[in-house]
């Protein structure tokens, strides 16, 4: 050893890196994921609000007023059903991404009542509660800064408890169960990186959840179905879902429905089902599957007849929210950007719930899927529903 | 109705067990290179972090090269280079997790030879990191550094009498 190696093995003096190099490295590569994903969000929707501009007033350029009227856009299953018309704006070669229906907002927006912690919404009334110190003390919100919704919020079927990422014992994601009261909180997974996007299966026995196996297979996120009465996970899903679109129980619990892809497939991510009994997934949408080339977040409607998911159509303009019959028919779009696919549905099915595109601090509507009316009704990062007229809202 | 799609197991699955055992190789040398670079472990852990990120997020081009070491290295260099990224980190330090150095006792000595590489021209420490503690050859130090090897050489050579220089005086 020559006396400069020598000297400077002096100088390392023993220091060694801190532990877990590899999970650290993972979790600045999914912090930076979702930095990436927020810019791309914002590009996005400047973009999108400019060519609404320019299609709604004629922006800068000269226009040639058409009759005023113009179906939905239909895609590539035929012919479709869209919002009602009678305020859409004047014909352009490629629509809007949402072909009509009213926005309005609800009269507690903008006042001092909202508060600034994850709270419950009554949207007949109006009136606002927090949710209880104790759960938002464990929340993962609480320790993020990027504006995109974390902590992921899920009511069990009788609506007694909630599942939410918070914070581990050991500083990471982990998912947490508690009564809706603030009682018996307590953590039900303990993975090595983190686990989040918990969802309830319809008789409220187990949770299905997004993490990393033990075994660490690092490509993209593993899905696991937790038994909540002993405490077991079994792995359905091995390394191919995208971690920040979220997952759902099929409405007779026998499968997870989930965004499957792992961002290198050449057209876009795919909305899947698995059984949760084990076996292979099945494409629904997406991934160039029935025209649509991207299919996040999808989620299915309490009885099933109706999917909504984020994307866009093979060929077609970006990002949009859009809702289609289970086989494939009327395609629409309708106003609505991110949302939770555990509890963006209402109960009867006839709404959903999801970020507003065109608000500075993420607006939370409330859309009727059939009319395509939307209503501001929330500030927040993401909301569920509770019952067929309270939200919980993550801000 | 709904089409069937049988899921195939992802090349990246296979790709990522490789860069593990990459980075379990590398990690710690990779670190203690960065700390000997910049006399700080906060910064040499964020660096190493970084470096090694943006190899796994290329390693299927990086995997494929001759010396996916080298790339990381080069990585760091540039990284640390970057003055802009030097003052988000030392923002970010002010929250780290990573204990400050205690410089009793015996880590006295560990702290002159750190003090004395910085007193050292960027490209000389750099130069002897990369020979001298990491054990690459002047050619290969070279392509890292975007200089040709004689150059490399003559960097070592006034780094090293300067390193020494440096270590007698702070004795005295």
């Known amino acids: 050893m020559s006396d400069v190696r020598t000297i400077l093995k002096r100088g390392i003096g023993g220091a060694t890196p801190p532990p877990d190099g590899f999970e650290r490295m993972l979790r600045r590569r999914d912090r930076k994921r979702r930095n990436q994903r927020i810019a791309a969000a914002a590009v996005g929707i400047v973009v999108f609000a400019a060519a609404v501009w320019i299609v709604t007033t004629g922006g800068p350029f000269d226009r040639t007023a058409g009759d005023g009227r113009e179906p939905a856009s239909s895609g590539t299953t035929g ?50 509660t927090p949710l209880p110190e104790a759960i938002i003390r464990s929340s993962l919100g609480k320790t993020d800064e990027t504006g995109v919704a974390q902590t992921h919020y899920a009511i069990s079927p009788d609506g007694a408890q909630l599942a939410y990422v918070g914070t581990g014992e050991d500083g990471t994601p982990q998912i947490f169960v508690a009564g809706i009261d603030g009682v018996g909180i307590r953590q039900v997974t303990y993975h090595p990186v983190g686990a ?171 859309v009727d899927v059939v009319s395509g009316d939307a209503v501001l009704v929330a500030e927040g990062r993401e909301a569920i529903w509770l019952d067929g007229h309270t939200l919980l809202v993550e801000v | 109705m709904i089409e069937s799609e049988s899921v195939s197991s992802l090349p990246g699955v296979a790709e990522a067990a490789a860069f593990e ?116 050859g002047s050619e290969e130090a070279g392509r890292v550094l975007g200089i040709d090897a004689s150059s490399v050489r003559g960097r070592l050579h006034r780094g090293r009498a300067s390193l020494r220089e440096l270590l007698e005086v702070r004795d005295e």
């Open chain 2, 21 to 136: 055992e990459f980075f379990l190789a590398e990690h710690e040398r990779l670190f203690q290179a960065l700390y000997l670079l910049t006399g700080d472990r906060y910064e040499a852990d964020d660096l190493a972090q970084e470096a090694l990120l943006r190899a796994y997020e290329r390693w299927d081009r990086v995997g494929a090269m001759d010396s996916p070491a080298g790339y990381v290295y080069r990585t760091a260099l540039n990284l640390h280079r970057s003055r802009l990224r030097a003052l988000l980190v030392r923002a970010r330090r002010v929250f780290a997790a990573i204990p400050d150095e205690d410089l009793s006792g015996g880590v006295a000595t560990s702290h002159d030879v750190r003090w004395a590489l910085s007193q050292l021209p960027r490209g000389q420490r750099e130069a002897l990191i990369l020979v001298e503690w990491l054990g690459l």
């Open chain 1, 196 to 366: 989040e996007w918990p969802a309830w299966s319809p008789e409220g026995t187990k949770i299905a959840y997004a993490g990393v196996a033990e075994d660490r297979t690092f490509c993209c996120r593993d899905l696991f179905v937790l038994d909540v009465a002993t405490g077991e996970s079994s792995r359905i899903v091995e390394g191919e879902a995208l971690a920040y679109e979220g997952l759902q129980f099929t409405p007779d619990g026998s499968s997870l429905v989930y965004t499957g892809g792992d961002g290198r497939a050449p057209v876009g991510a795919e909305m899947r089902t698995v059984p949760v009994a084990g076996g292979q997934s099945t494409i629904l949408f997406g991934g160039g599957h029935r025209g649509i080339g991207h299919a996040g977040g999808g989620s299915l409607s309490p009885d099933g007849s109706l999917v909504t998911f984020m994307g866009h159509e093979v060929g077609g303009p970006g990002a949009a929210r859009f809702v289609v019959n289970a086989d494939g028919t009327e395609l629409r779009t309708v106003r609505g950007r991110n949302s939770n696919p555990a509890g963006l549905w209402s109960p009867d099915g006839s709404r959903i719930v999801a970020l507003q595109p065109d608000t500075r601090h993420g607006g939370i509507i409330v």
């Open chain 1, 79 to 128: 012919s479709s059903i869209g919002p009602s018309v009678t305020d859409a704006p004047a014909v352009e070669p490629r629509p809007a991404p949402w072909a009509g229906g009213s926005v309005t907002t609800a009269p507690w927006i903008g006042t001092s009542a909202i508060p600034d912690v994850d709270h419950i919404v009554d949207l007949n009334t109006g009136a606002m």
